[in-house]
């Protein structure tokens, strides 16, 4: 079963509203298995465009990361988001190939 990826890019207007976004995200990150291949390091856009911090979270499955997204837990960290960053997020299935 392929694996499944969220990949976020946002721009954070508020700290300190985004940093209670991440607490409240740990519990739901966790509960489904999730694990950061990239979160709001360096970046270097070459084509196109960014926001300002890119994110890739991993998860085990592509279910998982469409049940997290889903669940009561993420939609309640969510919420915090949207009043600290504006942002796309995208859940992308793994090539199994």
Known sequence: MPKGY??????????????????????????????????????????????????????PTIEAARACYASPGYQAAKALRLNAADGDIIIVEGYAG
């Open 6 to 59: 969220w990949i976020a890019l946002v721009d954070v207007h508020d700290t300190a509203a985004y940093d209670l976004y991440r607490q409240a995200n740990a519990a739901p990150f966790a509960e489904y298995g999730a694990r950061f291949l990239a979160r709001g390091g360096p970046q270097e856009v070459v084509e196109g465009q960014a926001r300002k911090r890119s994110v890739i979270l991993e998860f």
